[in-house]
DNA sequence: CCCTGATTCGC
DNA sequence: GCGAATCAGG
């Protein structure tokens, strides 16, 4: 696959929201992350504005060569949610350790709208259940609308948050 | 060890 | 122009 330029335009978008080279791979396809960074780098669009942590590598092997490139300025904060952390909306008891997409107790809801929603495509209204191993390409969110207020869709929110007494007896433990 | 982006250089 | 390999760092 190369850089047509949908792939290219896309790349731009993902690039000046703050999102890691090798989250827009994964997004892009086909791609690895050096390729991106290293169409990056071509497009001229490196360095999102940020410090200056990385004055400037020489690297170590080879002849050294002046560096007329620079890239420092101050960095404009990354969004909230960024690097496969986060996401854990923190609630007070309910998800315990094992968030489970219970299919076990099949919802009312069969419904259950999987957009296969990827880290950006999150917003208040989308649901946040994970779905898949996190971390991995598959991993993504059911995406289905999340209730006012709730991190989750209703079926989830079901799940997630389960009666207290309920939860005492058991439920089993379902991973998709 | 996981991840970042940056740089070089053979293709 | 492309991107793997490599580097430097978190």
Redo the contacts with the bound molecule.
Sequence with gaps: ???NDERVELLKKLWSEG?????IASELGE?????V??????LGL??RTKAA??P????????E?P?P?R?DQPRPQRPATI??TALAPELEDAPEEAPAPAPAVAPDNVVTMTQRCTIMNLTESTCRWPIGEP?TESFHFCGGRSNPGMPYCTTHARIAYQPVQDRRRDRRLAYL
């Design positions: 696959m190369s850089w999102l890691s080279a090798s989250q791609v690895t992350r050096n390729a960074i290293g169409k990056v780098h071509r490196s360095g942590p990385a400037a590598r020489p690297r170590a092997k080879g002849p060569q560096q490139q890239r690097g496969n971390g």
